[in-house]
Antibody, heavy 121, light 108 residues
């Protein structure tokens, strides 16, 4: 059974930093691209970032480019999102999602349950 | 603002057919992917590619596309289909995913 479990969401002050983690199991992690998608409370989905199967390429939404970094450790079946210079508008549930391919598509076939990041003073 | 436009809300009578649409220039070149999200839950993939359903998705869900508009059709809507539905496709400038604003489906 595929499982994606996010962790690391907390309350952080504006300008602060945070690292989210996503532990994957039930599939061959190093064969698939992975994504982070966020959802502000009561709002729609927003794609945040993509990393290819080998970590060789990463992509970011304009709203987080230059502030967020995505990485993965295939030996630990884990995905990460380093979030710096956090803003109140970054407040959201952050989901990790598995791609159906290795290099990144728009098809996310498994999602975690999300972790809540709150940026507030 | 999203490059993919969805109607904020749609309603359908129980057992009837409903079409949820998604508009955007990128849909002229790429298929839309559709996700269902129920309150307090993570999104679930329901349609991808031309008209493909992951295992476990009922065959009352189908996808289609014409020009810059993609559609998700539910034929014989059930009470359990009441949810938010999101389309996504590729951003036309950066070639990475982008989501539509979502459609809240109410089954009457």
């Amino acid at each position: 059974e595929v499982q994606l479990v996010e962790s690391g969401g907390v309350v952080v002050q504006p300008g602060g930093s945070l690292r989210l983690s996503c532990a994957a199991s039930g599939f061959t992690f190093d064969e698939y691209a992975m994504h982070w998608v966020r959802q502000a409370p009561g709002k729609g989905l927003e794609w945040v970032s993509l990393i290819t199967w080998d970590g060789g390429r990463t992509y970011f939404a304009d709203s987080v480019k230059g502030r967020f970094t995505i990485s993965r450790d295939n030996s630990k079946n884990s995905l990460y999102l380093q979030m710096n210079s956090l803003r109140p508008e970054d407040t959201a549930f952050y989901y990790c999602a598995k791609d159906v391919g290795a290099s990144g598509t728009t098809h996310f076939d498994y999602w975690g349950q999300g972790t809540l990041v709150t940026v507030s003073s | 603002s999203s490059e993919l436009t969805q109607d904020p809300a749609v309603s359908v009578a129980l057992g009837q057919t409903v079409r949820i649409t998604c508009q955007g220039d990128s849909l002229r070149y790429y298929y839309a992917t559709w996700y269902q999200q129920k309150p307090g839950q993570a999104p679930v993939l329901v349609i991808y590619g031309k008209d493909n359903r992951p295992s476990g998705i009922p065959d009352r869900f189908s996808g289609s596309s014409s020009g810059n508009t993609a559609s998700l059709t539910i034929t014989g809507a059930q009470a359990e289909d009441e949810a938010d539905y999101y389309c996504n496709s590729r951003d036309s400038r950066h070639n990475h995913p982008v989501f539509g604003g979502g459609t809240k489906l109410t089954v009457l």
